[in-house]
């Protein structure tokens, strides 16, 4: 059943109806059961790292999916401006890892971001960035051996919400930002490398649309699918942290609202008309970033162990 859903939202001719598609920007998903409103612990005041006030944010379940919650972008303007900032420019240098790392293609006193400029076919060509334990796509092994720093922002950031979500002790450990072309799809597969399998996984989006289809623990049961829109995030805990999932398809947005102009002009990340947003602008006309981040160890442990 999975595969059947991947392929009919994936197919070019003819092209899928969405009707059945989730979008948790519809008022009427609030008052229909599908999705049910999380209430948060309101204590808190806005977080420094481009995130509305907890009052303003919407938080959803969906009850046949047990521990998978969606929060409805609850990034300002700005806010993604600067994670998208930062996956592009920041996360894709060393030491962390990226796809391209083999092909030699970037100068060694050079940055993929930078280089990328006058190369559309490399600005293109990344997939991939692994940080914190880096993912071994050919083992699907971590290893002590194979870690750099995790970035202090994210992992703050990524805390933060699962404080707030009730995960008291998770700590971000790894994680893969992948990057999306309009034509990317991620095939059908479950996340269980990590040692710990019962902290949450935590998934960040921004730029283009996706399909996103969440299955079960096999490729038999039927997924839901939903949009993930620039801003959204979502958690996978309890069962629903090794079910399937996967991204069939990429859709071209017609409004960028990392681009609106109602708040830039009080903060500090980027002004609505800076010429150095451009390149980062063009970058997202046609591409989709997520940033997916783990947790590894066991709470209290201190290292791998194999």
């Known amino acids: 059943m999975f595969k059947h859903s991947f392929k009919y939202y994936k197919s070019k001719n003819p092209p899928p109806n969405f009707e059945e598609v989730l979008d948790f920007q519809k008022p009427e998903f609030e008052l229909n059961g599908i ?183 096999t490729i038999d049961e039927k997924p839901v699918a939903m949009f993930l829109r620039s801003g959204d995030i979502l958690i996978m805990s309890k069962q629903s942290r090794l079910c399937y999932h996967g991204v069939p398809r990429v859709i071209k947005i017609d409004h960028d609202i990392w681009n609106d102009e109602d708040e830039f002009n009080s903060n500090n990340y980027y002004e609505a008309n800076d010429a150095l947003w451009t390149p980062f602008n063009n970058y997202l006309s046609h591409s989709r970033i997520n940033m997916n981040v783990r947790q590894v160890l066991h709470t209290g442990q201190l290292k791998l162990c194999h």
């Open 35 to 217: 999705v049910i409103y999380k209430d948060l612990a309101l204590k808190s005041s806005l977080c420094n790292y481009g995130l509305k006030n907890l009052k303003d944010w919407r938080v959803y379940q969906i009850p046949s999916k047990n521990g998978f919650i969606f929060i409805r972008n609850p990034f300002t303007h700005a806010g993604q401006r600067y994670w998208i900032k930062k996956c592009l420019k920041d996360y894709s240098r060393k030491p962390n890892k990226l796809n391209i790392d083999n092909f030699n293609v970037i100068p060694s006193d050079k940055n993929w971001w930078d280089t990328a400029q006058s190369d559309k076919t490399l600005l293109q060509s990344l997939r991939w960035a692994t940080l914190g334990y880096h993912h071994n796509w050919d083992t699907k092994i971590y290893s002590e051996d194979n870690r750099s720093d995790f970035p202090s922002d994210l992992k703050d950031m990524t805390e933060y919400i699962a404080r707030k979500l009730g995960f008291m002790d998770f700590i971000a450990e790894a994680a893969i930002v992948n990057y999306y072309q309009l034509n990317s799809t991620l095939s059908g597969h479950t996340d269980h490398s990590e040692q710990n399998l019962e902290a949450p996984l935590f998934s960040f989006s921004f730029g283009q649309t996706a399909v996103f289809l969440l299955g079960g623990k």
